[in-house]
T-cell receptor, first 114, second 114 residues
Framework: GNSVTQMEGPVTLSEEAFLTINCTYT??????LFWYVQYPGEGLQLLLK?????DKGSNKGFEATYRKETTSFHLEKGSVQVSDSAVYFC?????????????FGSGTRLQVQP | DGGITQSPKYLFRKEGQNVTLSCEQN?????MYWYRQDPGQGLRLIYY???????QKGDIAEGYSVSREKKESFPLTVTSAQKNPTAFYLC?????????????FGPGTRLTVL
């Protein structure tokens, strides 16, 4: 089956520190990969995406590269801000399945201290 | 502005009651989804619908029902058969076609059983 594994949180960083959140996946086909962010009490917002090997998704200073050889899609940011505090979800979706639903990791909570 | 709305934001249910969660989208998306989120966990798929008047069970459909009479609307009913309904419920939609499979989420409904 399909699955996504994320590093457990919480991840606690000081402002301006470098962020890495690890994500690896298992998929029966060739998935599209996503990072979503969830602020307290809210729904999920798409942060970035990638659809094929070596694609780099980027948005708001966050980046992630689709690594097929290591089945990974690690999220990085060079300098975090307090406003980045949220829960981050890695997810995959397969084009060749009828439902095209998202399979999510368990989420990683990021806490950035001033 | 286009988007997805969910109502109510908070919902309280007594034991043995059925409740219905609303989800409306004006993105003109064909596919809609319901996910359930429990604390510290990722999202799990309850039901999905690819077109009007058609829907399919997801991974945890027991105790839930849906309808899709209009393209814009995909209400979820949590029945008394759902043994542990307290959770955060998220509705999402997706445009058919394209290569990314990205989904857009509503703000969620938090259901609590009293």
């Amino acid at each position: 089956g399909n699955s996504v594994t994320q590093m457990e949180g919480p991840v606690t960083l000081s402002e301006e520190a470098f962020l890495t959140i690890n994500c690896t996946y298992t998929a029966t086909g060739y998935p599209s990969l996503f990072w979503y962010v969830q602020y307290p009490g809210e729904g999920l917002q798409l942060l970035l995406k990638a659809t094929k090997a070596d694609d780099k998704g980027s948005n708001k200073g966050f980046e992630a590269t689709y690594r097929k050889e290591t089945t990974s899609f690690h999220l990085e940011k060079g300098s975090v801000q307090v406003s980045d505090s949220a829960v981050y979800f890695c997810a995959l979706s397969l084009l060749d399945t009828g439902r095209r639903a998202l399979t999510f990791g368990s989420g990683t909570r990021l806490q950035v201290q001033p | 502005d286009g988007g997805i709305t969910q109502s109510p934001k908070y919902l309280f249910r007594k034991e043995g009651q059925n409740v219905t969660l609303s989800c409306e989208q004006n993105l003109n998306h064909d596919a809609m989804y319901w996910y359930r989120q429990d604390p510290g966990q990722g999202l799990r798929l309850i039901y999905y619908s690819q077109i009007v008047n058609d829907f399919q069970k997801g991974d945890i459909a027991e105790g839930y029902s849906v309808s899709r009479e209009k393209k814009e609307s995909f209400p979820l009913t949590v029945t008394s058969a759902q043994k542990n309904p307290t959770a955060f419920y998220l509705c999402a939609s997706r445009r058919q076609g394209g290569s990314y499979n990205e989904q857009f989420f509503g703000p969620g409904t938090r259901l609590t059983v009293l």
